[in-house]
């Protein structure tokens, strides 16, 4: 059976730019956009065109260059946010716009000051004049994830009769387990009348580190869009993170669910990102963080020495990583050091690593980390002969 496609929704440069301190220039943004395009990404938010100049001039710019991606614009659920939107995507080849309002009692109430009747009634008028412009059209359902979901499937139906071709089941908080988020999808899709003329959405926050499991678990349950940052860079604590997603569905075939993603590129994309927004991966992010594919304790290095795939079930290069990384501390083997020995032209005979190794725990008692410049020295220290 064909794998059915999952779309990557990046928000890299709208949600993920609102991180403080990760403001992008229009040129930046312009850099990451053609990344996007080029790596596989299925609709790229190129930002919320009301809310500054510049931000109207990079979805703009965005605009043009975008080759084959769809070009989205958020907006709220205000008719001078949707025409401004219209505006900045006139040039796409594939516009989007991207509108809605919140649906949670405490939205209703403490935002809005409002009632349901009143919301869904923006709702159809937002999404209504949303598509006077753009055949494409989603909305969103902010704080989905607290919204009791009668009333979620109300507004969900009302919207798709209205023309939306999209519906955002945002998980704005984070609050949501993937069994809550999972049968909230569920839900939704057995009792929204013409859910199947249109794509379910997963916008997941990582408030509780639960963003990319309520993701997969919003797609198994039959969302069809995922939508994500590269490193999970977002508000708070981020949101779901593409990297994640893509290896998940790739590392899982039975789910029988993948993306267009060309995964090679992901490594060399994160640090594109890292580098430009001034933020630092964590080196034990998952996929791209710099210890992804590191080990240091002896066990796991001969383990890898052998066979990767003993402790490796993504293989470095399908993310574009050069190889994995064999770290020498005081927690290496044996096994450990002949390999990286034997990698600057060190052939170690059993008697000899023996010796060897006494003169590398000593010095790797000392400092956290022992490099190839460290190991002649070691060598020399042992009073071996390597005629």
Known sequence: MAQEHVQIFDTTLRDGEQ????????????????????LGVDIIEAGFPVSSPGDFNSVVEISKIVKNATVCGLTRAVKNDIKVAADALKHAKRPRIHTGIGTSESHIKYKFNSNKDA????????????????????????????????????????????????????????????????????????????????????????????ATANSIAGITNGARQIECTINGIGERAGNTSLEEVVMILRQHPYLKLDTKIDSKLLYSTSQMVSDLMGMIVQPNKAIVGTNAFAHSSGIHQDGVIKNRETYEIINPHDVGVTESAIILTARSGRAALAYRAKNIGYELEKLQLDKVYQEFLKLADTQKEITDKDIPTIIKASNIDLA
Request: glycine share 6%; net charge negative.
């Open 119 to 210: 919301i869904i009634e923006r709702a159809i008028d937002a999404v209504s004049y949303a598509k006077s412009f753009v055949e494409d059209v989603e909305f969103y359902a902010e704080d989905a994830g607290r919204t009791d979901n009668e009333f979620l499937a109300r507004v969900c139906e009302a919207v798709v009769k209205a023309g939306a071709t999209v519906l955002n089941i945002p998980d704005t908080t984070g609050y949501c387990l993937p069994e809550e988020y999972g049968a909230k999808i569920k839900y939704l899709k057995k009792n929204v009348t013409g859910i199947d003329k249109v794509v379910l959405s997963c916008h997941c926050h990582n408030d509780l580190g639960l």
């Open 19 to 38: 991180v403080p301190g990760c403001k992008l220039d229009t040129k930046s943004k312009l850099t990451i956009a053609e990344r996007l395009d080029v």
